[in-house]
Nanobody
Framework: QVQLVESGGALVQAGGSLRLSCAAS????????MAWFRQAPGKEREFVAV????????DYADSVKGRFTISRDNAKNTVALQMNSLNPDDTAVYYC??????????????????WGQGTQVTVSS
């Protein structure tokens, strides 16, 4: 099991940037596909970005493509989400997630086993 702790959430104005970080412990994440999801009030948890364990292949939700970048540092056991050109629709609690070891993950929350507690991102207009 991987323990995940997110940080970096904040209140930011539209057009601004934030960098979220996810610190993992309990297991080395080099063989884990890692992802970010978000959940706005009254809405279901939705996929944001994923970075696979083998080759670092990435995938993004259409709503964030070109603005957000997911990255991983296996040596530091961390995953980051750089968010640029933020808009109020990006307001949500952002969650880091780990798929089961060697799994390829995907866009569904059901494909991930371990979750962090979330970090709040609020974008004001």
């Amino acid at each position: 099991q991987v323990q995940l702790v997110e940080s970096g959430g904040a209140l930011v104005q539209a057009g601004g940037s934030l960098r979220l970080s996810c610190a993992a412990s309990g297991r080395a994440i080099n063989t884990y596909t890692m992802a970010w999801f978000r959940q706005a009030p009254g809405k279901e948890r939705e996929f944001v970005a994923v970075i696979r364990w083998n080759g670092g292949i990435t995938d993004y939700a259409d709503s964030v493509k070109g603005r957000f970048t997911i990255s991983r540092d296996n040596a530091k056991n961390t995953v980051a989400l750089q968010m640029n050109s933020l808009n109020p629709d990006d307001t949500a609690v952002y969650y880091c997630a780990a798929a089961p070891i060697f799994a390829s993950g995907g866009r569904s929350p059901a494909q991930y086993r371990d979750w962090g507690q979330g970090t709040q991102v609020t974008v004001s207009s």
